[in-house]
């Protein structure tokens, strides 16, 4: 028995916009609505009575425009908060986001969220402070799957950890040089870090500007009028367009 177990849901994909400048942003509110309007059914089908007040984690990825290609690119958890509060938080989110979004500017963003729920399937409740039991899973599931998730993508971008991982660099894992003696091959062979799963040099740009343009794009979006934003094309997954 594991006691807990984080349900999978999704790729949910939502709509970006452009502001009156012209950059790639999106709309909190209906990107949460957008999100959350996909997820419901899922929910009920693995019996989640109310997907609106699950806590648990989530992931936001983007995919190249015409490619099957995913990869992760931000993990974060909800634990005192509802994901459907915490996803598309205003006070934190839109800088993360947004400048991922106008640095890879045909990406397809999605969301997958982890509900958090009993080994009996039952649907876990907020926590009430931060050492209760269910505050501390969802941390040490957050921190197990951001380590997962680097294994896809070293260069994720979680906002506590994206500048100082540009301090060093460990022989034989991810982030390393290619060009490495027999100990770190051997090293990177046991890990399973293979080359070929690096992601493309392109996220390491934009990674970089993210962590740049954070403050900057936070501040100007913190006082956009969401009535001037203007919505981009939908880009659809593949598969929904047959």
Known sequence: MTGYRFRCLGPYFFQTFRDADGRRTLNCLAARDDVFAQAEADAEAVGLRDIFSAVGLYVFGLSPSGSPRTWPYYVGRA?????????????????????????YERARPFIYLFPMVTDAGRQVKPASGNGTVVYKTIADAEYQ?????????????????????????????????????????SFRSMMGFELKKRAPSRLSEATLAAVQGEEEAEEALSHQDPAVLVPEAPVLPDHAAE
């Not at 994901?83 to 938080?89: G, H, T, V």
């Not at 294994?151 to 490495?180: C, M, W």
């Open 79 to 103: 634990s005192r908060q509802p994901l459907y509060r915490r996803l598309f938080q205003q006070t934190d989110k839109p800088g993360k986001y947004s400048a991922i979004l106008q640095e």
């Open 145 to 185: 799957l951001i380590g997962q998730a680097l294994h896809v993508n070293p260069d994720l971008y979680n906002v506590q950890d994206a500048k100082s991982q540009r301090r060093f660099v460990i022989e034989g894992t991810l982030r390393a040089d290619a060009r490495e003696r027999r100990s770190a091959q």
